[in-house]
């Protein structure tokens, strides 16, 4: 049973930068493909960052070049370092384990954490 916790989202102002952890519960934690998911409001869910248990990454094209997923198996711990933030990254950013394999917004099924809020505003 796998269990996530996100944490690391606030407000920032445009330009700047946040790191968001997610800390998993059990000892599978290294099997499973983890990602990255946000929604901003009145906006469908969408995939932002995904990595393979093999350490392969991969993003959407909105966040190239500014994020950046890692993991560390050791820790338990994912993280998604964000920088040159803007307005438009405003959003619920969610935690995600892929039971089987990623998808473009994620499935019931899948082990979900409880969403971490980040603002950018000035």
């Known amino acids: 049973q796998v269990q996530l916790v996100e944490s690391g989202g606030g407000l920032v102002q445009p330009g700047g930068s946040l790191r968001l952890s997610c800390a998993a519960s059990?000892?599978?934690?290294?099997?499973?493909?983890m990602a990255w998911y946000r929604q901003a409001a009145g906006k469908q869910r969408e995939l932002v960052a995904y990595?393979?248990?093999?350490?392969?990454?991969n993003y959407a094209d909105s966040v190239k070049g500014r994020f950046t997923i890692s993991r560390d198996n050791a820790k338990n711990t994912m993280y998604l370092q964000m920088n040159s933030l803007n307005p438009e990254d405003t959003a619920v950013y969610y935690c995600n384990a892929a039971r089987v394999v990623v998808t473009t917004k994620g499935q019931d099924r899948d082990y979900w954490g409880q969403g971490t809020q980040v603002t950018v505003s000035s």
């Open positions: 059990g000892s599978i934690f290294s099997i499973y493909a």
């Open positions: 990595i393979t248990s093999g350490g392969g990454t």
